[in-house]
């Protein structure tokens, strides 16, 4: 009876397990698509450049099901000033992404990871400026809790640029 039972335990609990469901990509074009379109059209400011800045910016975002975006939000930055280049860049992205599901709205939670190329010479006084940069930054927090079973958690993007 204890084996029938332990038997009967064993084949419900496996038939009630499922693997995690798989998802398109919600940019369109893909992930590589998408990571293509930042790297190309990042442009930092002149403050950037001039900072050596580097650093990393969180961002929630809502897109509609046409794929607009509606609003913006910042979770976390290491500067202020590395905000502004990359929330210019998700604008960019408007009527880009897919909502599934029939969904109203759906948020997208995203970070970017910025940097800048070490150049060929001069190297050790743009590592002295991100230095100074780094021990100036001001980072922004959130006071938000992030409920994530609400948002999709998008990969982190890469961004550099040359200190030219």
Known sequence: MKKLFMLL??????????????LDYPYQGGQEAMNQFFNNNFVPSAEIKQARAAGTVTLKF???PKGAIKKIIVYYADDLSLVQPVADLIKKTDKKWI????EKMHDYIITFA???NTPQTGAATANKAYTTFYARRTPIFTNNQVPLDMATLLPTVALKYDLN
């Open 9 to 22: 335990a064993v084949v419900f609990t496996t038939t009630a397990a499922m693997a995690q469901k798989t």
């Open 62 to 64: 809502t897109a509609d």
């Open 99 to 102: 909502i599934f599901d029939g």
């Open 114 to 116: 910025i940097s800048y």
